[in-house]
């Protein structure tokens, strides 16, 4: 296929993601079901956010991290009247299940059950999102707070692109995953590959695992501030990350990086001599050339001029992450 038109379907997708609504097909991502009497207060314990102030109905996003708050995952988690739905990163499922496991003691009622084979998860993106939901009969989450969901003929309605992009995130029986994409794509969005997924998702500053996500970074420093409850007493990693916030002891940041030319993943990022960090994530835009990355905080931040391999890159914000301590 011609260069042009790879990049043509590609400029078209991502303005439509931000212009108009396009559609993904994240069924490879995984779904977890925490069900029984405890599983808010297991799940409070076991991430960053604040489960027990959710009521059915409500949702958040959260890391999963280890005792040195490193992190495993970036899990989103919809509260219904039985259980806790978790949506988790592709690759992580069966890590995340046995790890959850482990913290099972024979008093919790908590059960954990694999539920993505049986499941399906599509994603529309963008600010003309809310005409597609209406007119599949979930008018009324228009408006309502991110990861705010209703049930619908047995099909999960949230509200969150999961990009910080206005959207919406529906999961759903596998039965019915052909019928509904036809009729998206009937109501005028434009699908969005796994492809444009993973451009749009570095453009926007989504962390993934082994990215971004890993055991060398803590949620501070990726900038998932609002993934954090400083409130809520004692889960796995909370130490660490009270002291860091404490002694705003953050001492690196994720950044977007705009190249002028392609650079690899791993690359070291130097000013002049000097190494202040690494390129987690590339893509090639309709615009040109973009990167993630790690940078020390005591180098800068947006508008600093960097060299990234043999590419010359400036730093600038990307929407998903904030580097603001809270007040």
Known sequence: MPTSAIDNKNAAAIHAAKEGVAVCDRSHWGRIRVSSDDSLRFLHNQSTNDFQRLKPGEGCDTVMVTSTARTIDLV????????????????????????????????????????????????????QSDAIVEKLGAGSLIGKPNNSHIVVDNMIFAVGSGLAIPGYTLIFPVAEKQKLWEKILEYDAVE??????????ILQGRPVPDAEITDEYNPLEIGLWQTVSFNKGCYIGQETIARLNTYKGVKQYLWGISLNAPAA???????GDEKVGKLTSYTETPEGH???????????????????????????????????YPL
């Open 76 to 127: 989103t988690g919809y509260v219904l009247d039985d259980a806790v739905l978790l949506l988790v990163s592709p690759h992580r499922r069966e890590f995340l299940m046995s790890w959850l496991d482990r913290y099972i003691f024979f008093a919790d009622k908590v059960t954990l059950t694999d539920i993505t084979n049986e499941t399906a998860t599509f994603s529309l993106i963008g600010p």
């Open 192 to 201: 969005l590959s796994d492809r444009h997924w993973e451009t749009l998702r």
């Open 265 to 271: 993943p791993g690359s070291v990022i130097t000013i």
């Open 290 to 324: 973009f990167g993630l990355g790690y940078i020390r905080s005591k180098a800068g931040g947006v508008g600093l001029k960097v060299q990234v391999g043999n590419s010359e890159g400036e730093v600038v914000s990307i929407p998903f992450v904030s580097h603001e």
